[in-house]
């Protein structure tokens, strides 16, 4: 069914301003944080130099999270306050398990957070699979956004923008106020209600204790951003845009591309957007500020293309649109875009398991081109989706010799392993993968997998538990570790292993149910 696009965005972490709540509240950022003011050169010989040297950005000395009475949050607890955070978004959406996906947006934000005033501070950056254009910014660096966003972009820069504003949030601890509850509610219950009150849900899972606390008035949960966070957000931004090479003339072109989408809705608007739009002045300001770079040209990488063409498949469930995008596509534009529209065309295909259609589509472009892992991944998962396993797995070895690099391909590989009955080398595959993968649900899952494969019970239950915990769903993480402790094969390690997570987790379920 065809799912209309709304476009809701987060409380204004996300792009657009709340201008009439201005003068209610404070700027809790001292601007002793800030890095010197960017002065505006127009014209003169700073608009002849090249984007990589406008102005330099001061790198800041990171201050640690606090409220605005004075008390901190420890980099610790913010730390914790984040991934708590990332659990219950878990929980409540659906955040995108594609490896490869997951690999490209990574690459994207990690280029720019090493370019913004604080490469220090840890990023990590994600997917969420909903139509809703939306991007959000939560604790300790978790920025989210939405598939509907990457494909409302027309240019690898566009996302760019949008990214280096939600990284500016976070540099310029504008998340004070999500700080000041945690340190009033648990962290689990104040993560759960920020992650619902960035996704504009008033998600179950927001938690009992939480929504009472709201009631009883003794939670001010208010993480609006003001006019001014949101116009140093713009500017601190597109410094870090400029600095990572990528085009700031995109952000007030994406910007107007936002303005004219709320246009088209009408009466529709959804009640956020029209309180919070995005305003002539913002996108004069940012476009006013874009002109003091000099011109140049820009081009997309390949990877943004193959990407988004990817989230197309994917995230539409209309597949006569996605299919007419790319076929009126094939013959129009650059090689490279005609490419683009191909594979789209092999992973159409791929989805409505039409196998040899895929195949063939897919060995043409590893033929022309066999050094771009995606299309070998591409050919790879067809024997996959196909039930070829053993041809799976024979492609799948070959790509991690070829890409020793490809995390993607590893867990692909990893998956088509435990197809065929070799769970030993899938378990073993998996245990020496990068760690970033174990941010992937889907690692867990797949080590629990092999562990029930192997015929070891015990193991099997313990790594589902951290599959249910990674999702946010703790009570089903201890029903695993109960599980696991009446299976067979018990030692004395794996014992004590459980007892300690059956403990963490049953006072995490405890706090999430607690005020402070
Ligand atoms: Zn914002």
Known sequence: MFKPTAITLALSLALFPAPQQANEQRVIVTHKSLPAPQPDTLGGQEANSPAQQAPAIKKIELPDMGDSSGTLISPAEEKEFGEAFFRSLHSQITINQDAEIQEYIQSIGQKLAANSDAPEHPFHFFVVMEN??????????????????????????????VMGHEIAHVTQRHLFRAAEAAGRLSIPSAAGMLAAILLGTQSPAMGQAAIMAIM??????????????????????????????????????????????????????????????????????????????????????????????????????????????????????????????????????????????????????????????????????????????????????????????????????????????????????????????????????LLAQAYSDLNQPAESHRYLAEYYYAMGQTKDAILQIKLAQESKGLNFQLSSILSERLHFFFNQEQEAKRNR
């Not at 991007?135 to 690898?156: D, K």
């Not at 957000?233 to 107007?256: C, I, K």
């Not at 490809?406 to 020496?432: F, G, V």
Request: net charge neutral; aromatic share 10%.
């Open 216 to 445: 009883a008035g003794n939670v001010q949960f208010q993480i609006n951003f003001t006019r001014e966070n949101e116009e140093e957000a713009d500017r601190v931004g597109m410094q870090t845009l400029a600095a990572s090479r990528y085009d700031p003339r995109s952000m007030p072109t994406f910007f107007e591309r936002l303005q004219q989408a709320t246009r088209y809705y009408g009466q529709a608007v959804p009640e956020f957007l029209r309180t919070h739009p995005v305003t002539a002045s913002r996108i004069s300001d940012t476009r006013g500020r874009a002109e003091t770079y000099p011109y140049k040209q820009y081009p997309d990488s390949l990877g943004y293309q193959l990407t988004k063409a990817k989230i197309r498949v994917l995230s539409d469930t209309n597949t006569a649109a996605a299919t007419e995008y790319f076929q009126s596509r094939l013959t129009q534009g650059t090689v490279e875009q005609r490419t683009v529209a191909r594979y789209g065309m092999g992973l159409i295909a791929l989805k409505a398991e039409k196998f040899k259609e895929a195949e063939g589509v897919f060995q043409t472009l590893i033929h022309d081109y066999p050094e771009q892992p995606q299309y070998a991944i591409a050919l790879a998962r067809a024997a996959l989706d196909a039930r070829n396993y053993p041809l799976a797995v024979n492609r799948y070895k070959k790509l991690t010799e070829q890409f020793p690099d490809n995390d993607a391909i590893k867990l692909d590989y990893i998956a088509s392993l435990l197809k065929t009955e070799k769970a030993d080398l899938a378990r073993n595959n998996l245990l020496s993968l990068n760690p970033q993968m174990q941010r992937l649900p889907t690692y867990w899952e």
């Open 132 to 161: 809703d254009i939306n991007a959000f910014a939560g604790p300790g660096g978790y920025i989210g956004v939405n598939s509907g966003l990457i494909l409302m972009t027309e240019a690898e820069s566009e996302l760019a923008s």
